[in-house]
Each structure stands twice: as C-alpha cells, then as structure tokens.
C-alpha cells in the first residue's frame, strides 16, 4: 500500500488530470525528454514541466538529467502501490454493495 495518506493525496491529485494521465502513459510506454513530452501538447513547455513536477513530487515518475535534456521515466513501484490501494478500495466498495444487496433481499423477504 501506499506509505501514508499524504502520499495517497499527492498520487491521486496527480492521477486526476488528464494531461498528467496521459504523461504517464506516453513515460510508461518509453522513457522521454520533456521536450519531446510537450510536443503532444497544445500547451506551452513550461506547462509541461509543471505537470511533470506534480508527477514528481507523487512520485510517480522521475527526472534525470542527460546533457541538456531531463528525461522523464516512471517509478512502477509506486504506481503498483497506487494500484493496490484501488484495488483495496474496490474490495471495501464491493463488500458494502453486496451487504447493501443483502439487506434489500431480506428486506424483500419480510414483505
């Protein structure tokens, strides 16, 4: 699981915008240059560059500098982590469904 709520907070703040989601995906696919980020994007390279520092500071992904360039490059540690807490939540949401569910039949069965 995730270490501790903060950490939670920063990956699912970073996980809720799509121009973020869709950094990750291009980063998991291959490794790539900021630059080479932006140019996917109708927004400026500066935009960019904060929407990796979010990523960032998440942790989700890491920045390394090469010559001139910072290449980008995912932590799939920490991005499994944000998929068990998911799937921890799925588990939680699906028990209550289903006791939801069992009162409704019992409920039904008393009528």
């Known amino acids: 699981m995730v270490a501790d709520e903060g950490d939670a907070d920063r990956i699912f703040h970073a996980l809720a915008d799509p121009t973020r ?3 990750l995906a291009r980063a998991i696919r291959a490794e790539q ?3 080479a980020l932006a140019r996917h994007y109708p927004i400026s390279l ?3 560059q904060k929407h990796v520092v979010v990523l960032e500071r998440a942790a989700l992904v890491v920045k390394q500098r090469r010559g ?3 290449v980008v490059h995912v932590d799939m540690a920490v991005l499994r982590r944000a998929t068990r807490l998911l799937d921890a939540f ?3 949401w ?3 469904a289903h006791g939801i569910a069992q009162i409704l039949a ?3 069965e008393g009528k």
């Open 94 to 96: 699906r028990h209550r």
């Open 33 to 35: 240059s900021v630059s």
């Open 68 to 70: 001139r360039e910072q």
């Open 106 to 108: 019992e409920d039904r």
């Open 21 to 23: 989601r869709d950094i």
């Open 90 to 92: 799925e588990q939680l």
């Open 46 to 48: 500066a935009a960019v």
